[in-house]
């Protein structure tokens, strides 16, 4: 008869309570490492905002002068990009997600595309913006105008929004595309008719974070020389124009020789903080609306 060592468990469970408490601990540690750094900034962002936002500031266009300055052109700017951006991403992301999962057929040729659009998903943005710079700005000539900012914003949200496509359409229950098969629809009624209506608050849920990472890049918008200077209002897609990172950037570089331009940068980061947490709160509010329909 076999008998068990009582102790040597004991001392291995204790080993292994031991354990997960540190690895617990760790991550806990690492969480709230991050929560500290990201507290610390909004803080002192808060901070060095307060007193320059306003109704003047929101209002004004750029000037010299500090206590003069205001973002009216950088949002209105911001506004023409998503213009582009949106619907860009939405036909060209949403149609590339229907034609791999509804149409294409599973083989080589297939992965590969699958393969490198979730590879790009993790390029850097500024190949992206080198990307833009060569073909929108020098070979189309379109210079730095809206066009070739939000074309460029647009490659490089794109594969965020088919990847994303792609999982709402496939979480659309077989059972709803054979009923529509089983009443005599063609394929492509049952993509307009079943699946898009099932799956589109996943979709707009993935081109509303998209949306969220085009208006806070800057690196593409660098690259393809959009400039942060007293420039007039665009008023269509032709037209320069500048964006809210980008007046970012260029008031952080310029606070080196003025202080008072890292508080309109910093005023202009709470701005910009706003409209992400509008956004992704709005596709938080979709997801969760919709996300036990079926």
Known sequence: MKYIDLS?????????????????????????????????????????????????????????APERAGIKGAIVG???????????T???????????????????????????????????????????LTIFVRLFGFGTSIIAGGLTMALLVLPIVVVSAQEAIRSVP?????????MGATKWQTVKNVVLPASLPGILTGVILALSRAIGETAPLVVIGIPALLIPIPSSIGDN???????????????????????????????????????????????????KRY
């Not at 003025?258 to 980061?269: G, H, M, Q, R, W």
């Open 90 to 132: 939405m036909i060209l992301g949403v149609g590339t997600a229907i034609y791999l999962e509804e149409y294409a057929k599973r083989g080589k040729l297939h992965s590969f595309i699958q393969t490198n659009i979730s590879n790009l998903a993790g390029v850097p943005s500024i190949v992206f913006g080198i990307l833009g």
């Open 174 to 182: 077989s059972f709803l595309r054979e009923a529509s098969f089983g």
């Open 78 to 88: 911001t506004l023409w990009l998503m213009l582009i951006v949106g619907p860009v």
């Open 8 to 64: 040597a468990v004991e001392k291995k469970m204790s080993k292994r309570l031991l354990m997960n408490k540190a690895v617990k601990y760790i991550f806990l540690s690492a969480t709230l490492f991050g929560l500290v750094i990201l507290a610390i900034l909004v803080y002192r962002v808060a901070i060095d905002s307060i007193g320059w936002i306003n109704l003047d500031f929101l209002t004004n266009k750029l000037s010299t």
């Open 241 to 291: 124009f500048t964006a809210l990172p980008m007046q970012i950037y260029y008031w952080t570089l310029d606070s080196v020789m003025v202080d008072e331009y890292a508080n309109l940068a910093a005023a202009t980061i709470v701005v910009l903080l706003i409209v992400l947490i509008l956004l992704n709160s709005t596709a938080i509010i979709i997801r969760n609306k919709f996300q």
